[in-house]
């Protein structure tokens, strides 16, 4: 853990240093500690890197512990906020705000897409639990996936049948934490502090019911408020994350995963470590986005899905996964 924290420590200091512009370290410290607006560089550092650093902090660790929450709840292993749908549903959410209300503000389609998350985490566990043998791995993620394509088809023709709303979202709508002032991130914050807060709670509960429900019950843990809680959380924590930087994906799925390989299947280590070790991996993806392309910029939402899709192909064909 203390290593993670330094790797951490180190990833911040280099998403506020290294950018398309080089500016020396003196600059950089004199901008944090004696700030100048008439300074240019000051302004960047103070106006540009550092709030974009700081939604990197407050988003890796909301998306990360989503896909926790949703692996363990689901007992999916491979199972992350994109590939069950809760992405979606809060990236609907969004586009219905911004393209039939006119809401632009992230603090107005904030409450859109909490809507939208919840209500297809709700959707998919319904659809995934029909039939009798209740709600397995897999028909979660097909009812994850199916609802995705639905709901990024609808997304798509909200998007494109207004110029204005295609222009609010198309940077927003591939994921980018980038572009928000930090009294935005001040207000979206809480929301998030209560979702992590949340799963830690639900951590010991989801232990034992990782045993079986049957044997869970019999440990004491109450499965149905075990249940609202994960969601409430999933929703919390997925919603504002994409309110705040758009559809970013695999963080949740990447993270934990790797996560249990040397911690095991303890949730509350594994909430604990992917706190730390998911705005590492999202931040180190957007510093990459930033100095890979000699003129302009790429997308963190671009790189993690880069980076995750194959990633989730070699987990795919894994003959064992990190147990649960």
Known sequence: MLIAIAVLAVTVVASIGVGARDIAPGTIWSAITAFDITQDEHV???????????????VGPALGVCGALIQAYTRNPLADPGILGVNAGATFGVAVATGLFGFTAPLAYIWFALAG??????????????????????KLTMAG????????????????SNRATFDDMRF???????????????HFSPLI????????????????????????????VRTGRTR???????????????????PIGFIGLMVPHAVRWFVGPDQRWIIAFTVVLSPILLLAADILGRVILPSGELRVGLVTGAIGAPVLILLARRSSVSAL
């Open 228 to 246: 609202v809680t994960v969601v409430v959380a999933v929703t919390l924590l997925a919603g504002t994350a994409t309110a705040l930087a758009g």
């Open 172 to 186: 927003w709508g591939v994921g980018a934490i980038g572009g928000r002032s930090l009294d935005v991130v001040l």
């Open 117 to 138: 998350a919840a209500a297809i985490t709700v959707v998919v566990y319904l659809l995934g639990s029909l039939g009798g043998s209740g709600a397995t791995p897999a």
């Open 44 to 58: 960047m550092i103070r106006e540009l890197r550092v709030p974009r650093t700081v939604v990197g902090l407050v």
């Open 145 to 160: 996936v199916a609802l995705s394509a639905v709901l990024g088809g609808m997304t798509s023709a909200i998007i494109l």
């Open 193 to 220: 502090v209560v979702g992590l807060v949340l799963a830690l709670y639900v951590a010991r509960p989801l232990n034992a019911l990782a045993l079986g429900d049957d044997l869970g019950v019999s440990l004491g």
